[in-house]
């Protein structure tokens, strides 16, 4: 009788599990009066401050001006009463350095007050300015260790809340991160500072437009949210997805995705249960989370929000996937965010929607009925079209990161190919204005009649959808499809505005001149975007983006094509790169080189870890258990022998060629583990960083890959219970 493994008792406890027991309550607890209540919101701030404090603030707010020492006291003031009132013992400036992740040290309310007492205190210099150490966070050579340093500083554009955990709560105050020198340690500081680069370039074109109502523009993001779902007894058994986020080990299961039904299929109770746990902590957070379904692969999942400004929607993302995280392991499940966490299946992306909004809530990507004939429409989509061209080298190096080598090309995201697609109507209308020929008319929307007289008639779009392309019109806003699941948008955001910014000033620009040329304005529109669109029409392509075709018409059209992180990222320190940050204010030189250093730092880390954790697994879980099967088969073939007769032994072939397989597949995981470790000792730490990197991409992973190879056809092969790893087959389909 065959012993218990540890992945059958694994799948006993699953099978125990019930759904977590309900503690979202809409019904005594109505969805709007949770919603943004644990958020010190413009609503909240109302009510608490002053009446001229509060218009002051907002004043402040909505016209980009800085706030006064004695107004942040009040604030300040404000705030603390307000957060004590919900239990919260300490407050915390919360910050996103350059790893990716988030960062926080938590402080207490309570202060010394002399005379013996104690109060509970919270100034305005404690709401605007803190000081962490600076020298554990990565600076790509910024900050050296013993310069420790650091200033955070608030971000009254995105509100402060409060997190809850299990034994209390703390007041959070999103802020941007910067070096004793000044210099941006994080991610949220080159965010605000494109902002504010569109913001100029865009007023700028709207006035030459003849808009002079509109006073301030935004950009506006709604990042799609997809992740994994797995039984925390099955991540626990991982030491790949405990340490490295993704399998290093696995063979593509019997099922993966070939039958279809998972997408959008009904949700699993234990899974919504989750989902909704999640969802009423995040509407406590004000985070306007809105659409959940499943995902094409099999435990596969997404979730959707309402756009925002694109600096609080980075804040939301990533308290999103604290979030989730979080109450995962709450339900004994386990969130994975990596890119590709199981090879042979579909792999997640956060597809960043992203527009352009003014102060009087347009929006400056919407088309309407006849964009043919919409001016200030087709101004802004000319310079999003030239920015995608002239610097789309430039946005596939905001995405470039060892997770997302792994997704970007495959059948479920976009190759590394920037291209931008726009619809029929939309390029029918950018041929006939680089033809001189526009279209007569607007069209008129068709209706679809679906052939039952009870069903309603259908509104069909002027367009249909393209999943392949990366940088996608879909109505009236851009979804850019290659952002990784696990990265942080704060990052691809900032190049998107500021390329976008570039354009919006050459567009500007270029009108004024024609204008002073003796065009009227109307002409010198017409005459401009007419020769941008023709300048850089290449860029624009409707069709399948995974064919072959399409990759031999990019290179035949001078499009580039980085596969890769090591080939991408050189990109950043480029002197048109260097220039185009510096002109608009959103990285100096330096800060931009250490990004390309921090960046290139992570890729060899992960790549480090990855083939050390292979290294192990391999020589401590797998080699030992296909021994123990070798040493089975062959106890068995000299049982047979010594149990019967020489004239009765039976024919061995089967089990002798079964034994040969995996003594010939036991020495070739046993060679590839030791060449893997020869190759990883080759590394030179002292190597420029470029090349390092270049050393990991090229010499590692081509060795982790051939451990991973005959590792998993062993994995076909082996007693399955012996073998030491979850399957996919158990997975992705037994939580």
Known sequence: MKTMNSRREAILTIQSRKPAAKSVDYVHNPLMEQFGSNVFSRAVMRTLLPKKAYE??????DNGQRIDPQLADIVANAMKDWAISRGATHFSHWFQPMTGATAEKHDAFLQHGGDHDWLLEFSGKNLTQGEPDASSFPSGGIRTTFEARGYTGWDPTSSAFIMESTNGRTLCIPTVFCAFSGHALDKK????????????????????????????????????????????AWYLQRPDLINAGRCLFGAKPPRGQEMEDHYWGSIKERVLAFMMDAENELYRLGVPVKTRHNEVAPAQFEVAPVFEQANVATDHNM??????????????LRCLFHEKPFTGINGSGKHNNWSMCDDKGNNLLEPGNTPHANEQFLVILTAVIRAINKWGRLLRASIAFAGNDHRLGANEAPPAIMSVYLGDTLAEVVEGIISGKPPAGAKVQQVMQ?????LPELPRDFSD????????????KFEFRAVGSSQSIAWPNTVLNTIVAESLDYMATKIEEAVKGGKNQNQAVQAVVKEVLAENQRVIFNGDNYSEEWHKEAERRGLPNDKNTVQSLPTLIADDTKKLFSRYGVLNEEELISRYNVQLENYCKTVNIEAQLTISIAGTMILP?????????????????????????????????????LWEKTSKLKFAVDQLESVVKEQDHGTEPYEHAKFYNEKVIPAMNAVRAVA????????????????????LYIY
């Open 465 to 476: 959808r393209n999943r392949t392309s990366p940088f996608a019109f879909t109505g009236n």
């Open 625 to 661: 258990a296909v021994l123990q099967y070798q040493n089975n088969v062959a106890m068995s073939i000299t049982n047979m022998y010594r149990a019967l007769k020489e004239s009765d032994r039976p024919d061995t072939s089967v089990h002798d060629t079964l034994l040969k397989t």
């Open 450 to 454: 679906l052939g039952v007289s009870t």
């Open 56 to 61: 002051a603030l907002i004043d402040c707010l």
């Open 319 to 332: 308290l999103l996937m604290e979030v989730f995280r979080r109450t995962a392991q709450e339900h004994r």
């Open 189 to 232: 500081t080159p965010l605000l500072r494109s902002l504010e680069a569109v913001n100029k370039q865009a007023i700028k074109l709207l006035r030459v437009l003849g808009n002079n109502e509109s006073r301030r523009v935004t950009c506006t993001v709604g990042p799609e949210q997809e992740y994994f779902l797995i039984d925390e």
């Open 712 to 731: 998993d056809d062993l994995e076909a092969i082996v007693d399955d219970s012996l073998w030491p790893l979850p399957k996919f087959r158990e997975m």
